[in-house]
């Protein structure tokens, strides 16, 4: 699914389904991309709306288990899980990852994204245990197929690392929390980097790692909060 945050041109929906019927899955594109471009606007129950519409129409005409049809669930579901619907994305991730698996194999790299985005999304309504099981699912797929330096084995791993330090898994968490501040330790200032590194100090602080390291990561995540 393309994103133009400009929008689709608005006379399309006007004409399309009239010229090539309404369940041409242009239509369904269409709807898909001006879906996107609601949901970066924060317009969520017009963009929810326009993603249901769009995923009806592309399943009829490719299948519920076409590879666009995950995407546009993904989207939908990260929506959802940004404006608290927590069970709504549980359901809209669960079935974009179904769709990745039919499609393109439950090791590509697609279904990791959307398997770590379930277990965040799961561990927020307390099942803690699934959570756990899918982050560990989606690392080693993404151990299989990508290997360490991939953006989104970064991701999992900081997502991970920080799931497992919440759970008070400090040994679980360290070897993840260290790989993923490997690659944002230079990067820029970030929400993420600061949580990654909150998260590492205090795994340091409970292994009893060294006290120089674990207080200038403690640094680090203090200074950006208080930016």
């Not at 990508?146 to 991701?155: F, I, K, M, S």
């Not at 600061?194 to 203090?222: F, M, Q, Y």
């Amino acid at each position: 699914v393309q994103v133009d945050h400009h929008g689709p041109d608005p006379t399309l929906l006007e004409h399309l389904p009239a010229q090539r019927g309404p369940d041409h899955p242009r239509v369904g594109y269409t709807k898909a991309n001006l879906a996107n471009v609601l949901y970066a606007r924060r317009s969520f129950a017009d963009a929810e709306h326009e993603y249901l519409e769009a995923i009806a129409i592309v399943e009829r005409a490719h299948g519920p288990d076409h590879p666009d049809v995950g995407n546009m669930r993904s989207y939908l579901g990260a929506m959802m899980d940004s404006q608290g619907k927590h069970e709504g994305a549980v359901e809209q991730y669960r079935a974009a990852l179904g769709a990745f698996e039919a499609s393109v194999g439950g090791d590509h790299v697609d279904a990791s994204g959307v398997r770590i985005n379930l277990a965040i999304a799961l561990d927020k309504i307390g099942r803690h245990d699934a959570a756990q099981e899918e982050y560990e699912r989606a690392l080693r797929a993404l151990d299989r197929t990508v290997g360490p330096r991939n953006p989104v084995r970064a991701r999992a791993a900081a997502s991970a690392g920080m799931f497992y330090a919440r759970e008070g898994r400090y040994h679980r968490a360290q070897p993840l929390l260290e790989d993923a501040w490997s690659r944002l330790r230079d990067a820029g200032p970030s929400m993420t980097r600061a949580r990654v590194a909150g998260a590492l100090a205090k795994t340091g602080r409970e292994l009893g790692r060294d006290r120089a390291s674990v207080e200038e990561l403690a640094r680090v995540a203090a200074d950006y909060l208080q930016e």
